[in-house]
């Protein structure tokens, strides 16, 4: 027997439930909807390969030599290395049954509506990515920022940018600084593609329900398509403090981590030379404490600035910027 709508289909319900009194399609409270910040603040490039981007980074300098009288020097030069990020492919199809669709005539109302919750859905699963996303496990994803920074200790340079905030069970997350800019870090798309979130009306089809043998009947569809990467230039001006047990920490700092020394201990760690635009980027366990932790007069470091309009919480004059998908569970690094 046929099931009735599901993940993929849209039903008579969902219809009722877009439409306001008037029978006009009304305006959606996207309760799934989440702050994802980092996608406002990514720059975007398009890349030097079709599927990437290739980055040539410098992994030593050249010696000089004190020369002395009647002495000579030996060449010596600097070594590089070359690294590819590899977009991924981020893709998905929404289908209707046409007389559903052309109820009331709103059929291009209610295909906004449905673009509008594709759209939400690639951008949670692009920013989970971008923290999460690992091609060494999954080959189609993106590799994002955790795998890049993934210990305290090891065999890899980037250990040097990761604090330890304490904690050593299950209910850990991170806050990250990281610096936007052409030389440190930004997003990519393939070279010689349109860069951004693409739908296409692919208009009237003949479409399949889930019946055995399946039946068909008339339908709209539509394709949505993201492809992008992620390329950190300069491993060195990006920050992860890890290891913060979200149960330890208080209101008034008085236990737990101490985020405002370990986002302090951050910028110190930077080169001295400043690139870029940097952002602290945290969840909204992190940014509610920080908020709360305002209240103590002796923390001159946090305050609001009003940026186009907006009142943004800053940190030493550095943005800090919410974003849901960074997960209170990760796992301690050792």
């Known amino acids: 027997m046929a099931t009735l709508g599901g993940p993929l289909y849209q039903t008579f319900l969902d219809l009722a439930r877009r439409l306001d009194p008037d029978g006009k399609i009304a305006l959606i409270a996207e309760i799934m909807e989440?702050?994802?910040?980092?996608?406002?603040?990514?720059?975007?490039?398009?890349?030097?390969?079709?599927?990437?981007?290739?980055?040539?980074?410098?992994?030593?300098?050249?010696?000089?030599?004190?020369?002395?009288?009647?002495?000579?020097?030996?060449?010596?030069?600097?070594?590089?290395?070359?690294?590819?990020?590899?977009?991924?492919?981020?893709?998905?199809?929404?289908?209707?049954?046409?007389?559903?669709?052309?109820?009331?005539?709103?059929?291009?109302?209610?295909?906004?509506?449905?673009?509008?919750?594709?759209?939400?859905?690639?951008?949670?699963?692009?920013?989970?990515?971008?923290?999460?996303?690992?091609?060494?496990?999954?080959?189609?994803?993106?590799?994002?920022?955790?795998?890049?920074?993934?210990?305290?200790?090891?065999?890899?340079?980037?250990?040097?940018?990761?604090?330890?905030?304490?904690?050593?069970?299950a209910t850990n997350t991170s806050v990250w600084l990281v610096h936007w800019g052409p030389e440190t870090a930004f997003g990519i798309y393939p070279k010689g593609s349109i860069g951004g979130f693409q739908h296409r009306d692919l208009g009237e089809q003949t479409l399949w329900d889930n019946q055995t043998p399946p039946g068909k009947y008339q339908g709209y569809r539509t394709h949505?398509?993201?492809?992008?990467?992620?390329?950190?230039?300069?491993?060195?001006?990006?920050v992860r403090i890890a290891n913060i047990d979200v149960t330890a920490l208080t209101k008034d700092a008085s236990a737990g981590a101490n985020l405002i020394d370990l986002m302090v201990q951050a910028f110190e760690i930077l080169p001295a030379k400043q690139m870029g635009s940097p952002v602290f980027y945290c969840n909204k366990t992190i940014k509610s404490f920080l908020r709360r932790q305002m209240a103590n007069k002796t923390n001159a470091r946090l305050n609001f600035e009003e940026v186009m309009g907006k009142h943004i919480l800053s940190f030493d004059g550095v943005p800090v910027r919410r974003v849901d998908q960074i997960s209170n569970t990760e796992t301690a690094l050792s």
């Open 224 to 238: 949505y398509k993201w492809d992008c990467g992620l390329t950190v230039r300069d491993w060195r001006f990006q």
């Open 34 to 169: 989440q702050y994802n910040e980092i996608l406002e603040d990514m720059l975007w490039k398009e890349g030097n390969l079709p599927t990437g981007e290739k980055t040539t980074i410098r992994t030593g300098l050249p010696t000089p030599t004190w020369r002395k009288l009647n002495y000579g020097v030996q060449p010596s030069k600097s070594t590089t290395a070359q690294i590819v990020d590899t977009c991924g492919m981020l893709e998905a199809y929404a289908e209707i049954d046409k007389d559903l669709a052309d109820l009331n005539g709103n059929s291009a109302e209610w295909r906004l509506s449905e673009d509008r919750g594709q759209l939400e859905g690639m951008n949670q699963t692009l920013a989970n990515a971008l923290f999460y996303g690992d091609q060494s496990v999954n080959s189609e994803k993106i590799t994002g920022f955790s795998p890049r920074y993934p210990g305290l200790t090891g065999n890899f340079r980037t250990k040097a940018n990761v604090l330890d905030g304490g904690g050593r069970g």
